[in-house]
T-cell receptor
């Protein structure tokens, strides 16, 4: 069965600090995708990234970067120079092979303090 | 603009009543989903539908029912059999491939009085 663990329940940082959100997963599938979503206070989940298990290159998008390491089953998310607008709950998720069921971690609540 | 709408945003219900949550999408997506979110928890799948007139139970389907008569619509009924219905409900849609990213609506917060 799929499992996603986000060990950090809550993180607080001061604006402009860098912060890394951890995600560790378990799957028996040989190929799979991983996702990160952001849930701001409004409640709607916003899709951030989808990563294929074949591709272990780091991904960078502006201030966001993702480090995928298949050897340690981790897919960590780093925000550089954090801003107050980054305050949200962030979820890591993993689908089963050919499955429509996304397994979500419990989320990490990030608070960026001005 | 393409997207997913859910209504109402807030819903109050008395114990013993059934209530239906609306979800509509104009993204032309084949698949639609309903999730439940409780405080401090991740999302748990209630039901999903890959195609019109077909749907499958997720992890926590007991006390809920759905229908998929149109591609654009996937309403969720919370029945009186659901023992603890107070929660935040999120609807999502995606392309037919299960590995596609899911796009979410703004959610409905249901409170049972």
């Amino acid at each position: 069965a799929q499992k996603v663990t986000q060990a950090q329940t809550e993180i607080s940082v001061v604006e402009k600090e860098d912060v890394t959100l951890d995600c560790v997963y378990e799957t028996r599938d040989t190929t799979y995708y991983l996702f990160w979503y952001k849930q701001p206070p409004s409640g709607e989940l916003v899709f951030l990234i989808r990563r294929n298990s074949f591709d272990e290159q780091n991904e960078i998008s502006g201030r966001y970067s993702w480090n995928f390491q298949k050897s340690t089953s981790s897919f960590n998310f780093t925000i550089t120079a954090s801003q107050v607008v980054d305050s949200a709950v962030y979820f890591c998720a993993l689908p089963g092979a050919g499955s429509y069921q996304l397994t979500f971690g419990k989320g990490t609540k990030l608070s960026v303090i001005p | 603009d393409g997207g997913i709408t859910q209504s109402p945003k807030y819903l109050f219900r008395k114990e013993g009543q059934n209530v239906t949550l609306s979800c509509e999408q104009n993204l032309n997506h084949d698949a639609m989903y309903w999730y439940r979110q409780d405080p401090g928890q991740g999302l748990r799948l209630i039901y999903y539908s890959q195609i019109v007139n077909d749907f499958q139970k997720g992890d926590i389907a007991e006390g809920y029912s759905v229908s998929r008569e149109k591609k654009e619509s996937f309403p969720l009924t919370v029945t009186s059999a659901q023992k603890n219905p107070t929660a935040f409900y999120l609807c999502a849609s995606s392309g037919r491939d299960g590995d596609n990213e899911q796009f979410f609506g703004p959610g409905t917060r249901l409170t049972v009085l």
